[in-house]
């Protein structure tokens, strides 16, 4: 199984600054037919359902504001929030769904300082 | 719009059976695979279970294999999670989510639009 690490555990971050969290994966999640990384990020606010942000590593999804980017390929992949705002607190999972089981990051909560 | 949306949680004995079910609408059902994750209480997310869109194709995390099957009526726009053997360990608020686009026959996607989950509680 792929094992799917985070780092920071947590964060605190000024409004307006950026947040920087880092995933890394046991194995490739790099499909060499198609170049396309099989990695996901999502937004998990207490009491509701996971967001999804980012897909393919860097592809973000409908409506997700451009503040959020995803970029890495292979192992190593980082979600960015340039400029955080309050509605951004929350806490980060990376996936992968490269092969079964699609495991997820232990996750990465952020707050505001 | 499209929505998911789970039932079937409650409270059940160590050993007992529970199924939870996931509607669908908004979208081309058969298209798209459904999966199932969940969230014990204070915990991360854990991928449970994967069918592809025809139901041809079935995952299950290891932790609940043997014990878990899903499946699909596409007739209803609706996946179902059998649950059998429960143990402690499966108290979670589970929910259901769809492939992002394209979708198609497989499963290596990842999850655009979850339903608000369900909450199952094994305990005695």
């Known amino acids: 199984d792929i094992v799917m690490t985070q780092s920071p555990d947590s964060l605190a971050v000024s409004l307006g600054e950026r947040a920087t969290i880092n995933c890394k994966s046991s194995?490739?999640?790099?499909?060499?037919?198609?170049?396309?990384?099989?990695l996901a990020w999502y937004q998990k606010k207490s009491g509701q359902p996971p967001k999804l942000l980012i897909y393919?590593?860097?592809t973000r999804d409908s409506g997700v504001p451009d503040r959020f980017s995803g970029s890495g390929s292979g192992t190593d992949f980082t979600l960015t929030i340039s400029s955080l705002q309050a509605e951004d607190v929350a806490v980060y999972y990376c996936?992968?769904?490269?092969?079964?089981?699609?495991?997820f990051g232990p996750g990465t909560k952020v707050d505001i300082k | 719009e499209v929505q998911l949306l789970e039932s079937g949680g409650g409270l059940v004995q160590p050993g007992g059976s529970l199924r939870l079910s996931c509607a669908a609408s908004?979208?081309?059902?058969?298209?798209?695979?459904i999966y199932w994750v969940r969230q014990a209480p204070g915990r991360g997310l854990e991928w449970v279970s994967v069918?592809?869109?025809?139901?041809?194709?079935?995952y299950y995390a290891d932790s609940v294999k043997g014990r878990l099957t899903i499946s699909r009526d596409n007739s209803r726009n609706t996946v179902n999670l059998q649950m059998n053997s429960l143990r402690a360990d499966d108290t979670a608020v589970y929910y259901c989510?769809?492939?992002?686009?394209?979708?198609?026959?497989?499963?290596?996607?990842?999850?655009?639009?979850w339903g608000q989950g369900t909450t199952v509680v094994v305990s005695s």
């Open positions: 989510a769809k492939a992002a686009p394209p979708g198609g026959k497989g499963v290596y996607y990842a999850t655009d639009v």
């Open positions: 194995q490739s999640v790099l499909y060499n037919s198609n170049n396309k990384n099989y």
């Open positions: 069918i592809s869109g025809s139901g041809g194709s079935t």
């Open positions: 996936q992968h769904y490269y092969s079964i089981p699609f495991t």
């Open positions: 908004g979208f081309t059902f058969a298209s798209y695979a």
């Open positions: 393919w590593a860097s």
